[in-house]
């Protein structure tokens, strides 16, 4: 069974371009999450989706960052107009079903660097 | 505001010494508390815990959860090298129409030979 697949694994992109980051949950899971992790700091919820639908995206940035689960394909976080603040890692995880009987499985991440 | 406290934030010990991870909570509507184990890739999921005074265990892990103190510890006996981790905990949090699992910021052990 492979696990959750995030590509690309590093990414560098300059100020101002555009980040598209890749998630593929598991596969039966129709739950993905993304997470921001900076150094020293523990993982910070962004968003949560369900096919076709952002369920929660409290923790999403207000400007720049959009998140979309489309009904074939990949989970994508864009970021638009990237800044050095951006440069983190970058998790998406999924689960079965959502609540506290489901554990969420994580991808290797991807790790974003803005130069 | 919720909040998930981890503690120490960093452990170094060597090993065959046992270690107990600290997890204090603080949540709207507390319905789970996990544990993880992260190294240099993705976090790897150890536990979930649901009930007060109920252990679980997996090997030389294990886990136990206080939900009157609000706390959960992890403790790791006869400590190897291959433990050296970021442990990490989160709560998952009820409150709202789904609700999110909401992480400590870790704690990092390292296992000297």
């Known amino acids: 069974n492979a696990g959750v697949m995030q590509n690309p694994r590093h990414l560098v992109r300059r100020r101002g371009q555009e980040a598209r980051l890749r998630c593929s949950p598991m596969k039966g899971h129709s739950h993905v999450y993304w997470y921001r992790q900076l150094p020293e700091e523990g993982l910070k919820f962004m968003v949560y989706?369900?096919?076709?639908?952002?369920?929660?995206e409290s923790g999403m940035p207000k400007e720049r960052f959009s998140a979309e689960f489309p009904k074939e394909g990949p989970s994508i976080l864009r970021i638009q107009q990237v800044v050095r603040g951006d440069s983190a890692a970058y998790f998406c995880?999924?689960?079965?079903?959502?609540?506290?009987?489901?554990?969420?499985?994580f991808g290797n991440g991807t790790r974003l660097t803005v130069t | 505001e919720d909040k998930v406290v981890q503690s120490p934030l960093s452990l170094v010990v060597h090993e065959g010494d046992t270690v107990t991870l600290n997890c204090s909570y603080e949540?709207?509507?507390?319905?789970?508390l996990l544990w993880y184990k992260q190294e240099k890739k993705a976090p790897t999921f150890l536990f979930m815990l649901?009930?007060?005074?109920i252990e679980k265990k997996s090997g030389r892990l294990s886990s136990i959860l206080d939900k009157k103190e609000l706390f959960s510890i992890l403790n790791i006996t006869a400590t190897q090298t291959g433990d050296s981790a970021i442990y990490l905990c989160a709560v998952w949090d009820g409150g709202g129409s789904q609700g999110n699992l909401i992480f400590g910021k870790g704690t990092k052990l390292s296992v000297k030979p």
């Open positions: 949540v709207t509507n507390f319905r789970s």
């Open positions: 995880a999924s689960s079965y079903e959502t609540g506290p009987g489901s554990p969420l499985h």
């Open positions: 989706l369900q096919k076709e639908n952002i369920i929660d």
């Open positions: 649901t009930s007060s005074g």
